[in-house]
Antibody
Framework: QVQLQESGPGLVKPSQTLSLTCSVSGASISGGDYYWSWIRQHPGKGLEWIGYIYNSGRSSYYNPSLKSRVTISEDTSKNQFSLDLNSVTAADTAVYYC???????????WGQGTLVTVSS | EIVLTQSPGTLSLSPGERATLSCRASQSVGSSSLVWYQQRPGQAPRLVMYAASSRATGIPDRFSGSGSGTDFTLTISRLEPEDFAVYYCQQYGSSPWTFGQGTKVEIK
């Protein structure tokens, strides 16, 4: 059974960088069969797909609405992948989920999510 | 990007009743590339249906999906207590993947 777990600061100051890590167990992120994705959910709102990484970290794709501020990377030695979102504002306050994505577009396994609040 | 509109916003039903949820796309979703997720309070979304009509692993057969092009439907034939939740559709026919705003199925 594949399990994903997000970790990182729950509070980030405006203009700083939001950094989260997703630890994966039960599957290898370098296996090549799946994409590794980030999604967010604003409080009480719907879902927004952020982007994914695949091909052992050599390829990634980001939502154009966030592309200029987002980087997704992976650390295969730790079986983890990460999200960096820079220049954050209050509008980036959300629950952030990591997920395993069956190529392309089917989010088959999700982490429990972590709330990140952007506030001074 | 493709905009997905779900209706109704809230569905108030009793256990044992039939639920019909709609998802309409602003343009055709290629190859019926549409999924449905279930989200219970305080939990992550859970994959229910993919490719519009294929049930995900472990999903009971009271759940069914249909549709193509711009109109898709998720049907729950007889609601069980654990089915009361918010359901989201998502398209993966065209990047970026986009989600509907959700339909809440609540106990009447």
């Amino acid at each position: 059974q594949v399990q994903l777990q997000e970790s990182g600061p729950g509070l980030v100051k405006p203009s700083q960088t939001l950094s989260l890590t997703c630890s994966v167990s039960g599957a290898s992120i370098s296996g090549g069969d799946y994409y590794w994705s980030w999604i967010r959910q604003h409080p009480g709102k719907g879902l927004e797909w952020i982007g994914y990484i695949y091909n052992s970290g050599r390829s990634s794709y980001y939502n154009p609405s966030l592309k200029s501020r987002v980087t997704i990377s992976e650390d295969t030695s730790k079986n983890q992948f990460s999200l960096d979102l820079n220049s954050v504002t209050a509008a980036d306050t959300a629950v952030y989920y990591c997920a395993r994505e069956r190529p392309a577009g089917i989010l088959v396994d999700w982490g429990q999510g972590t709330l990140v609040t952007v506030s001074s | 990007e493709i905009v997905l509109t779900q209706s109704p916003g809230t569905l108030s039903l009793s256990p044992g009743e039939r639920a019909t949820l709609s998802c309409r796309a602003s343009q055709s979703v290629g190859s019926s590339s549409l999924v449905w997720y279930q989200q219970r309070p305080g939990q992550a979304p859970r994959l229910v249906m993919y490719a519009a009509s294929s049930r995900a692993t472990g999903i009971p057969d009271r759940f069914s999906g249909s549709g193509s092009g711009t109109d898709f439907t998720l049907t729950i034939s007889r609601l069980e207590p654990e089915d009361f939740a918010v359901y989201y559709c998502q398209q993966y026919g065209s990047s970026p993947w986009t989600f509907g705003q959700g339909t809440k199925v609540e106990i009447k």
